[in-house]
């Protein structure tokens, strides 16, 4: 044997996954075109590319996992460990998944069931994988729990899904893959959902995860700062096709693929609009929410204070950024100030003070006060046609217009988002996650709101249609005038589209100022938190001292 030929021999064993000349296709559709790539014992290889690329659908196809028969493979070879799964029988499937090959999903939430608590939920695994009954296992479902970082884990192990945070489930479900000590653990968007600063605790968990115990990672994101701290190599998909591949470096510092550079270079840019009106739209004094927890016998003897005691002042055509992690309340104060919870303090819009207004009174204020959610897809109906959904405050508002002119205003509202007029007789499962956003844009703007309030409204995008999305906003917002109230997590969204910025904190504001202020020059440790995880700035001062020291 010569040595070129053991030298291969030598890598095929050290290769966790090897996938060769994969195809996918949907009842005859291909959705995966001759991909190729393997994975090395301990090391990240990073899937990268937009939404519909092709990456979830590979990465199902490690474990059999696609709806056959309606999915099928015209052609490829997967094996993991040198086993072959394509075709493999279920025994054959069972020993790979959840033992040798573990998967992480998007949304934890989606993924936990409801209805079991975490401690039975991990201890199914060790049951089907090693016969260990639940009563045994608990020793063994709190060491996982330890092991990622949960705290208080034996409070936890007897919780339910709900009653975690995203980033807390997000560690149950890491415990879980890791359960069985896989030798390679999937990772699918395991950070899209999560603010910054818990985006960052999560990214280092599994970095530290995987240096102790020697694991391999696929690693699927859309997000190229992930990829940037996370991959040893990356291959980047488009139409379900791989046109780049090469160490992270490479890729970042010498793309050669047009797509991607278009990929690097996606990313929300520019900066607010300005405007120098001083005549205040809105005004809120001492805003306060609470939510009951507990009942005694006669009346509520618990309180969750979800905004306490919150003061803003809001200009004419200018975007109000509300920041901070999941569970400080931004959310909260903004349905607040639509008058969507109950809340008590004073909300001034335009000299009319809306608290106390019966739903009568408020009525005519309604128009000009609209909403974009987080959740696109959530948040459109889908049972009602495009045109129905974007109608729908017409019918509210402007009972005396006949249909021929509801349907020509659908169709300008469109069209002023970037979409097709002759689109509206479709349903919103025919779209894509940023086309759905354009829509639920059109819907707040065909009223000519002359406030609006962008809950997350990028944080569920690929990074390229934030971008869109993003310019969107700020084109629409010259040409109406509106004024914004954009509540984000994502600090770089906030920083191109936000005039003045509240950071926001166990629902109480802790800093606030100008975008320049807040960004350049933050008083609070926690500001300074969000910023560095948001810009990466640990990591650039990491890189600074690995260079400085190499350089002594």
């Known amino acids: 044997m010569s040595v070129a030929e053991s030298r291969q021999d030598q890598e095929a064993t050290e290769n966790v996954l090897e996938i060769n000349d994969l195809s996918v296709s949907f009842r005859g559709v291909p959705a995966v075109k001759h991909v190729s790539f393997d994975i090395r014992k301990g090391e990240t290889v990073a899937l990268v590319g937009e939404s519909g690329s092709g990456k979830s659908v590979t990465a199902l196809s490690v474990l059999q996992l696609l709806p056959y028969p309606i999915a099928s493979h015209p052609t490829g070879s997967v094996r993991v460990d040198g086993i072959e799964t394509m075709g493999a029988d279920k025994a054959s499937l069972r020993e790979i998944r959840g033992s040798r090959v573990t998967m992480i999903f998007q949304e934890p939430m989606t993924s936990l069931n409801p209805l079991h608590r975490i401690e039975k939920q991990i201890g199914e695994i060790l049951l089907v994988h090693q016969g260990i009954k639940l009563v045994d296992a608990r020793p063994r479902i ?86 940037r701290k996370m991959a040893d190599r990356v291959c980047v998909m488009t139409d379900g096709e791989i046109v780049e591949r090469g160490n992270c470096a490479d890729i970042f510092d010498h793309p050669q693929h047009e797509y991607t550079r278009h990929l690097l270079e996606a990313e929300p840019k520019g900066t607010p609009i300005e405007n120098k009106s001083s005549e205040t739209l809105l005004e809120c004094r001492n805003i306060n929410v609470r939510f009951p927890l507990s009942k005694g016998f006669f009346f509520v003897n618990k309180y969750l204070d979800a905004v306490k005691d919150v003061s803003l002042t809001v200009s004419y055509g200018q975007t109000l950024g509300i920041v901070g992690e999941s569970g400080s309340g931004k959310t909260t104060l903004g349905m607040a100030i639509l008058r969507l919870l109950r809340s008590e303090g004073d909300i001034i819009l335009e000299g009319h003070n809306l608290q106390g207004l019966k739903a009568k009174q408020l009525r005519p204020f309604r128009r000009d006060m609209q909403i974009v959610f987080q959740d696109p897809f959530g948040s459109l109906s889908p049972r009602l046609s495009i045109h129905q959904i974007i109608e729908e405050g017409l019918l509210v508002h402007e009972q005396q217009l006949t249909q021929e002119e509801r349907r020509v205003l659908v169709g300008d509202a469109l069209r002023e988002v970037g979409l097709d007029p002759s689109a509206q007789d479709r349903y919103p499962h025919e779209f894509s996650g940023g086309q759905r956003q354009r829509i639920a844009v059109a819907r707040a703007l065909i009223l000519k709101p ?95 001292e690995i260079s400085s020291h190499s350089g002594e």
Do not use: C, W
């Open 450 to 544: 002359k406030l609006l309030v962008l809950d997350e409204p990028t944080s569920a995008l690929d990074m390229s249609v934030q971008a869109q999305i993003v310019d969107l906003l700020r084109d629409l917002q010259r040409k109406h005038d509106l004024t914004y109230l954009f509540i984000s997590h994502d600090l770089k969204v906030v920083r191109a589209l936000s005039n003045h910025v509240i950071v926001m904190k166990d629902g109480e504001i802790v800093e606030s100022g100008t975008s320049d202020e807040i960004f350049d020059d933050p008083k609070t440790a926690y500001t300074r938190e969000l910023i560095a995880a948001a810009f990466d700035l640990t990591v650039a001062r990491r890189g600074a």
């Open 142 to 227: 709190l060491e996982l729990l330890q092991l990622v970082g949960l705290q208080n884990p034996q409070e936890k192990m007897r919780s339910y899904p709900h009653e975690l945070s995203g980033g807390q489930r997000q560690r149950v479900m890491i415990a879980m893959a890791l359960a069985n000590e896989p030798d390679l653990l999937i990772a699918d968007e395991p950070t899209t959902a999560l603010d910054v600063t818990i985006q960052a605790q999560i990214l280092e968990l599994l970095n530290d995860l995987q240096r102790r115990l020697g694991m391999a990672m696929l690693l699927i994101t859309h997000d190229l700062g992930v990829v």
